[in-house]
C-alpha cells in the first residue's frame, strides 16, 4: 500500500555535481604530501620550531610548536596577515592536549602547539607565506 512520492531533482542534482566536483582523491592525496613535506622541510630551518606530527601522520595536518611564543600570540600574529591556524590539537580546543602530553611534550611545547591545516586549494605559495609569517613572528616576539 506505499508508494513513491515525487523525486527530489534539486537535491538529486546537487548530489550528482557533488560527485563531479570531487577530486581524485590518490592524486590529491600525493599533491598534500608533497606540500606537507615541503612545508616541514622549510619550518625545520627556523629557529626555535618544533614539529609535533609524527613523520609518518597524515599530511593534512602539522602540529608545530614555535617555542617562547604562546600558540595565541602566534595565531593572532599570523591572521593579521591573512594566515588563520588553530591552537593546540582539535580534540581539545582551548584546553592542554592529552595527545601531545601523552606523547611526552613539555607544557611550554603544548602551551606553544598550533594546528596548521592543508586542503586540496592549498599551494606552496601558503606554506611560503606561513614559514615568513612564523619567522616574522619570531623576530617580534624576540624583542
Same mark, same amino acid.
Given at each position: 500500500g506505499m508508494f513513491a512520492g515525487t523525486e527530489a531533482m534539486p537535491a538529486i #542534482?546537487?548530489?550528482? #555535481?557533488?560527485?563531479?566536483?570531487m577530486p581524485d582523491l590518490a592524486?590529491?592525496?600525493d599533491k598534500t /604530501?608533497?606540500?606537507?613535506?615541503? /612545508?616541514v622541510q622549510r619550518?625545520? /630551518?627556523l629557529p626555535k620550531v618544533e614539529i609535533n606530527s609524527a613523520a609518518d601522520s597524515l599530511p593534512y595536518i602539522i602540529n608545530l610548536s &614555535?617555542?617562547?611564543?604562546?600558540s595565541e600570540g602566534l595565531i593572532n600574529h599570523l591572521s593579521r596577515q591573512g594566515i588563520y591556524i588553530s591552537a593546540g590539537s582539535a580534540c581539545k580546543r582551548g584546553h592542554r592536549s592529552e595527545v601531545l602530553r601523552a606523547i611526552g611534550l613539555p607544557v611550554q611545547q603544548i602551551d606553544? $602547539? &598550533?594546528? &596548521?591545516?592543508?586542503?586540496?586549494?592549498?599551494s606552496d #605559495?601558503? $606554506?611560503?607565506?606561513?614559514v615568513s609569517g612564523i619567522e616574522a613572528a619570531i623576530q617580534r616576539f624576540r624583542r
Open positions: #542534482a546537487g548530489f550528482g #555535481a557533488a560527485c563531479a566536483a592524486k590529491q592525496l /604530501t608533497a606540500l606537507h613535506n615541503y /612545508t619550518l625545520k /630551518t &614555535v617555542m617562547g611564543i604562546p606553544a $602547539a &598550533v594546528r &596548521v591545516s592543508f586542503s586540496r586549494y592549498s #605559495a601558503d $606554506a611560503d607565506a606561513l
